[in-house]
């Protein structure tokens, strides 16, 4: 016999992921996220300044220029049908060093991309995702969490996304889906072409962005009214997480 306080209600089943807009589609973490969307039965959509894999709709454009970045989701959404069902702002740049000898256009480009560039974009998608009750997953770090020296601009713009997003998702309570992303370090060319001192050491063990990718997936595929709200997604042994 069924006790009293077990609900008989059925759960409402996953949805796919529809039209799927991704920022920084054309590598890492985003690349890995077109694929997810694909395999999960839905169409990805790319902006970058790089050509995504093949076969998939894109728009070029530098995400440190929000104006850009607007229009380039416009066009996207236009050619989509305004069909558009999720936003995974994947994009994220860094640079590395001590305050005072990052060059500053350096590092406030880090802070233009990571932050502006998020939400400029899902500020051009929100007509859209409102009227198809669609879903905005934010990609910030462990180091949106964790401060660590020569990171400044970098846990800036990423703590930025962190409040941007807890901002978001109470601004459109009923209206969007708001996940926030916080991945730990992962097997991407995120690292390449920094000093020594800036690459994880060889034997440190990172995520793999396909595994990540999943978890952005099934952020954005839960049933009307079941929000994942935020998730740490990192090797076991991340060193910034806790």
Same mark, same amino acid.
């Given at each position: 016999m069924r006790e009293p306080h077990e609900s008989t209600a059925v759960p409402n089943a996953p949805r796919q992921p529809g039209t799927v807009l991704i920022t920084g589609g054309? @590598?890492?973490?985003?690349?890995?996220? +077109?694929?997810?969307?694909?395999?999960?039965? #839905?169409?990805? *959509? $790319?902006?970058?300044? $790089?050509?995504?894999?093949?076969?998939?709709?894109?728009?070029?454009?530098?995400?440190?220029?929000?104006?850009?970045?607007?229009?380039?989701?416009?066009?996207?959404?236009?050619?989509?049908?305004?069909?558009?069902?999720?936003?995974?702002?994947?994009?994220? %740049?860094? @640079?590395?060093?001590?305050?005072?000898? $990052?060059?500053?256009?350096d590092w406030e480009r880090g802070v233009r991309v990571n932050l502006f560039g998020t939400a400029a974009v899902v500020r051009a998608a929100l007509p859209t995702l409102r009227?198809?009750?669609?879903?905005? +997953?934010?990609?910030? @770090?462990?180091?949106?969490? &964790?401060?660590?020296?020569?990171?400044?601009?970098?846990?800036? @713009? &990423?703590?930025?996304?962190? #409040?941007?997003?807890?901002?978001?998702?109470?601004?459109?309570? #009923?209206? %969007?889906? $708001?996940? *926030? *992303?916080?991945?730990?370090g992962m097997d991407t060319s995120f690292f390449d072409g920094r000093p020594a001192q800036y690459r994880p050491p060889p034997d440190v063990r990172l995520n793999k962005p396909a595994d990540v990718a999943a978890a952005v997936v099934f952020a954005m595929t839960q049933p009307p009214g079941c929000q994942v709200r935020e998730m740490v997604v990192c090797h076991e042994t991340e060193s910034s997480w806790p």
């Open positions: 054309a @590598s890492g973490l985003g690349a890995a996220t +077109v694929e997810a969307v694909r395999r999960a039965g #839905g169409t990805p *959509l $790319v902006i970058d300044r $790089v050509e995504p894999t093949a076969g998939v709709d894109w728009e070029k454009a530098d995400l440190a220029d929000s104006g850009a970045a607007a229009r380039a989701t416009a066009a996207l959404i236009e050619r989509c049908g305004d069909r558009l069902d999720a936003v995974f702002t994947a994009a994220g %740049i860094d @640079s590395c060093g001590k305050l005072d000898e $990052v060059p500053v256009d009227a198809r009750h669609g879903t905005v +997953v934010t990609c910030a @770090s462990t180091l949106g969490l &964790k401060a660590l020296p020569d990171a400044t601009a970098y846990c800036a @713009s &990423k703590f930025a996304v962190v #409040g941007f997003t807890r901002a978001l998702a109470t601004e459109t309570a #009923g209206e %969007i889906g $708001v996940t *926030l *992303l916080v991945p730990g």
